[in-house]
């Protein structure tokens, strides 16, 4: 089978591996149909992620039709169409056992630090598989995991009703988030240097600031009776910008960061203790995928617009090229497999 490995940074290839096996009776085999491009995927690329083992089969965002199933498999089918959870984690240690998952002590990530969804076929657990309406298309299934991170971010924010939330960047992730906060209730603001993200935050009903000419703070104390936002989520995730989520949340607030950055930022603490701000950290989704499926399914959830680029499996050199490309405008790009 067909697999896409990265050697060491700069130096990826399509490999031909032989098939993967089912070994317990508890695994699910699929056939990927489709898998998309993440940043941290770029950041094994070109040496940038911090999490990166190598050599390494890129992917973690990926579907699929299921191939066969195990002896002990109950809750799926062949032919069942899925998205796969990328986290593995170990089921014993604390944080398992308090219903953290994606932050367990052993924990591993499909596509980082083993071998992930870049391949024609792949084999998980049961309980890392979930079942999709057969009718929902290939290029929305794929991106059921980025709004999952999207699921987190929120849950980690508490996010509800009347709540004010502003998104630094409007690329996939930040829409993700802010289309989740909106399925919560709540005001969405969100900022770009890009006028085509900010025209289509603006066209799913967020109220868009043009980071090259706007003060995100005047904004939204204009559109928010001269108060800052109740959560501030930094899906740009640069130490300059951290620095800048603290500044534009209100009192009582929560600051959200999503990144990986190991540069320091400078905060000062009573911007944090003065406003008694909560701020967190949001990695991957805990076990978030049924929520984001019951949202897709119900139509409250819109996927559309997220997709730049669909492209075969075998251009993918020339895909992560291309997003990297600063020229040239990429949303989400996703591959296809026959």
Excluded at 21 to 39: E, P, R, T, W
Excluded at 55 to 75: A, L
Excluded at 124 to 138: G, N, R
Aim: glycine share 8%; proline share 4%; charged share 25%.
């Amino acid at each position: 089978m067909k697999a896409v490995r990265i050697n060491k940074p700069y130096d990826l290839e399509i490999v031909d591996l032989e098939e993967i096996q089912i070994k317990d009776n508890d695994d699910v085999k699929i056939k990927i149909k489709a898998v998309g491009i993440c940043g941290s995927d770029i950041g094994i690329y070109n040496g940038s992620n911090p999490m990166a083992k190598y050599p390494r089969i890129i992917g973690h965002e990926m579907t699929g039709v299921v191939e066969e199933v195990g002896s002990d498999v109950k809750n799926l089918s062949v032919g069942d169409h899925v998205a796969v959870d990328p986290v593995i984690n170990c089921g014993h240690c604390k944080n398992c056992k308090t219903g953290r998952v994606n932050i367990c002590e052993d924990l591993k990530v499909r596509g980082v630090h083993v071998d992930g969804g870049f391949q024609e076929k792949i084999v998980v657990k049961e309980h890392q598989a979930y079942k999709l309406d057969p009718s929902m298309p290939w290029n929305k299934s794929v991106l059921v995991e980025p709004f999952s991170i999207g699921f987190q971010a929120n849950q980690r924010a508490k996010v509800s009703e009347g709540d004010v939330v502003f998104v630094m960047g409007a690329g996939s992730i930040g829409q993700t988030v802010g289309r989740v906060s909106q399925y919560f209730g709540a005001k969405v603001f969100t900022s770009d240097m890009d006028p085509k993200k900010l025209e289509r935050a603006q066209k799913y009903g967020m109220v868009a600031i043009d980071a090259r000419s706007e003060d995100p703070a005047e904004v939204i104390k204009k559109y928010n009776n001269g108060r800052l936002a109740d959560v501030v989520v930094d899906a740009i995730c640069t130490p300059k910008t951290f620095e800048q989520a603290v500044k534009l949340a209100a009192s009582a607030g929560t600051v959200v960061n999503l990144g990986f950055s190991t540069q320091a930022s400078e905060i000062c603490s009573v911007d944090i203790t003065s406003k008694e701000l909560d701020v967190v950290g949001s990695r991957l989704s805990n076990r978030r995928f049924p929520e984001v499926i019951e949202g897709y399914n119900s139509g409250r959830l819109p996927f559309d617009d997220l997709v730049s680029h669909e492209m075969s499996f075998e251009e993918v050199e020339d895909a992560i090229k291309m997003i990297m490309d600063k020229d040239v405008y990429t949303e989400k790009v996703i591959l296809m497999l026959d």
